[in-house]
């Protein structure tokens, strides 16, 4: 079992940079891959970002390529969503979300563990 909690959104002008944070807990945490989603409202649920286990492998949607950087810390079992330049549909409510198996990485079915989501709003 892994627990999720996410913090670090708000609101931020366009242009403007903001910081995510997955605090995860229970023993598989440190081995699970962890991926960041967004959902807009009206909009369904898109994938952001992943990291391995490890850190060492991360994959990225098109849309916050060289944007948004993830990390993650095992120390201290946080995951981290840095996002730089951030436009107005980059507004959305943030979802981390933690899965043990590898294969597709934007399919959100394959996620068995998700937090409650942190607000994120962009102005422009």
């Known amino acids: 079992q892994v627990q999720l909690v996410e913090s670090g959104g708000g609101l931020v002008q366009a242009g403007g940079s903001l910081g995510l944070s997955c605090v995860g807990s229970g023993r598989t945490f440190s081995r699970s891959s962890v991926g960041w989603f967004r959902q807009a409202p009206g909009k369904e649920r898109e994938f952001v970002a992943v990291?391995?286990?490890?850190?060492?492998?991360?994959y990225y949607a098109d849309s916050v390529k060289g944007r948004f950087t993830i990390s993650r810390d095992n120390a201290k079992n946080t995951v981290y969503l840095q996002m730089t330049s951030l436009k107005s549909e980059d507004t959305a409510v943030y979802f981390c979300a933690a899965r043990l198996t590898v294969g597709v990485w934007e399919d959100g079915r394959k996620y068995a563990y998700w937090g409650q989501g942190t607000q994120v709003t962009v102005s422009s």
């Open positions: 990291t391995t286990w490890s850190g060492s492998s991360t």
